[in-house]
Each structure stands twice: as structure tokens, then as C-alpha cells.
């Protein structure tokens, strides 16, 4: 039997990254050993949170080592000048990724993952990929995978709150070295100077009881961190939309950092009737099955789980025209310009007129190709070259 490894930052905690990983772990551990090494405390394992106690899977606990001043600082100085001084090429990307990585930390993260005598280790997240690269002459045969769970421009776009154009080209020549990168979508495959893997995340949730189209709700969901959902844009537009519809109500569902800008919005356009935030939940399903249509107004996705989740409950979407959103849904999104709230309300507005019966048949067909033994026999294919 085959080992696989999982290196996560952290796979006790809410988000979308986890539960996809627990998801993926706990199939894959039908078939295969797994272990999951993550930089939890071990203080916050909870195995309860994603079911991950209902298969036989290991879980390691790692921590990285200090760097001692004198080479921390070396090693900043040299980053730095590789981000802003130095051109950008393979031979610079070696040394950025010493420099950024020093070794007693690049050590001791091989050392562990040795210890294991894994076959496949996959690291989730773009930054953890890149340190199996770094790692890579230290784990002889060991078949290494990045899973990219970001789009391509939220990692290295202009605005990117992430990664940055400027790392661009070293996290490219990085990732190139490990045997195999997966990334979300096929836009973003196209978008990397090196091959790629395409595998879709699969729905990771039962449905619940199906919508029925009455409630006259709308649902979003999704961590509230900095920008990226947008529930900003949402409330703003919602908040044009309600002045020509008395009806609808909005539900917001997530906890994060951002939460006290949006009650405060909220409150400043009066609308604590008509909006409400919800914390997050193991019962998400119930959300979708009480909502009518479903918002995701996201300034960047890697792949829109929700999206998939909301169809698989006979949702309509309404969704901004994100690459990612348009393959995923192809012509059957409500989709408007990102970041544009005006069009935005008035999609939100066209959303309340749909032919709700016939757009939930076909969200229910969509959904259906998101199914996770397809997905999973795509992994396994991977994992056997």
C-alpha cells in the first residue's frame, strides 16, 4: 500500500483549503495509507471538525526551528535584493529559495518528511509547494506534488494580497521542479509557463434538503477575510437593490477579521432588517436549503466550492465574472462585472424574476459533475504514474 502525505499549514481549523483536504485525505485513505503533517499545535487537533476521525489517518505535528539572528539577517538582506535588484532567473530563484528558506528550517522539514518514507507527498497551498521544491534533492525518490488552491492572479496579480508579481517568476521556476502541479481550473493551467495538472475540487458536503424557491433569500457564503469575497461589494449593492425591492432578505454566513466593517455597513445603510450575518456552522446545508438564490461576489477565487455546493442544493447564482465561475457554470451563472455594484444589484434584481423551477434542474445537472469519486479517481491516476 502506497503512502501519501499531506503537508498543510493547518487542517484543524475552519476553511475551505481544510475541508477540501480532509475531503480528499479521507477518500484517498480507502486505498492508500495517509498521513497528515501539519503546523497545527497539537493542542488544537480536533479530529471531529471535518469528520477526520472516521478513517484511519495519521496525524504529524510540525514545528520549524529558529534561525539565529546573524543568518536571519543575511538571509533578509539577499531576499531583498532578489525582489527588488536582482534579475529574475533560475540561478537567482535557487539562492532566493536557500535565502527564504534557511537551512536549519529547509533541514528539519526534510527530516520529517523522510522520517515517514512516504511515496507521494503533496503540498497544499502554493507556499508550502514550494518548500517540497526546495526540499526536493533531500527526499530522493519521493514522487512531489504542489496543489495550488489560489487563482493565478490572486497569487501574483498586481493586487495580489498574497504572493506578488514580483515572486512570480521564482515561484514558477520552483514549482516546476516538483513532478506534478495541480491546479483548480483550466484558465489558471494556462496561465503557468510550465505544464499542469487540472483536477476540479469535488462538492465535500451531503446536501441538504433541496431549495424550493420561496423564500425570496439570498445566500452568501465565506471566510471574511480582507477583500477577498467581497461582501463589501454585496452589501453596497444590496443596498441599491432595496430600494426598489421590499421583499428580499440577504444571509451572510462566515466569521473573519472583516466582520465589523460589514455590521457597521450594515447599519449605516439601515439595513438590519434585511441583512443578517450568520457565524459559521456544521449545519451549512440548512442555509442553502432555506435560500432562493445564491450570491457569490468574490474578487478572487481559486475554485468556488460554494458554487458547486449551491447547485447541488437547486440553487440559481448570481456571480462575478470570475474565469474560474464561468468554467465551473458555463452559461448558467447570473454573472456581472468584478468589483462593478451596480451591476451587481441589477443582477441581484434579474435573479428575483428567473424561471426558478428550470434554472434549479439545471444546477442540479452541473453540480452532478463535481461528483467526488470522479475526482478522486483523478488523484489516483496521478498518484500512480
Known sequence: MKKICFLIDSIFSIGGVQRVTAVISKALAKDYDVTIVTLDKPSDKDTSLYELHEMDIHFH???????????????????????????????????YSHSSFPSEKRNALAKELKSGHYDVIIGVHAPLSTRL???????????????????????????????????????????????????LCQYDAQQYHFPTNVIYNPLTLKPGSPAIGKSKKFLAVGRFSHLHKGFDLLIQAFHLFVEKNKEWALDIVGEGVEEPLYKQMIVDYGLQDRVTIHPFTNDIQSYYSNAQVYVLS?????????????????????????????????????????????????????ATRLDWQKKSKEAYEIAKKFDLNAIIDQWKQLIEE
Not at 514549482?175 to 506534478?180: G, R, V
Open 133 to 183: 521544491a526546495t526540499c526536493k534533492s533531500q527526499l530522493g525518490k519521493t514522487q512531489l506534488i504542489g496543489w495550488i488552491h489560489n487563482s493565478y492572479e490572486a497569487l501574483f496579480g498586481k493586487q495580489s494580497l498574497y504572493i506578488g508579481e514580483e515572486l512570480r517568476m521564482h515561484y514558477e521556476y520552483q514549482l516546476e521542479k516538483l513532478h506534478h502541479t495541480v491546479v
Open 298 to 350: 468574490s474578487r478572487w477565487e481559486g475554485f468556488g466550492l460554494v458554487l458547486v455546493e449551491a447547485m447541488a442544493h437547486g440553487l440559481p447564482v448570481v456571480s462575478s465574472d470570475l474565469p474560474t465561475s464561468q468554467e465551473i457554470m458555463g452559461d448558467f451563472g447570473l454573472y456581472f462585472e468584478n468589483g462593478n455594484i451596480e451591476q451587481l444589484a441589477q443582477r441581484l434584481e434579474e
Open 61 to 95: 505535528f510540525f514545528r520549524y526551528p529558529e534561525t539565529n539572528s546573524w543568518k536571519y539577517f543575511l538571509c533578509k538582506v539577499y531576499s531583498a535584493l532578489y525582489r527588488k535588484v536582482l534579475p529574475q532567473t533560475r540561478l537567482t530563484s535557487e539562492w
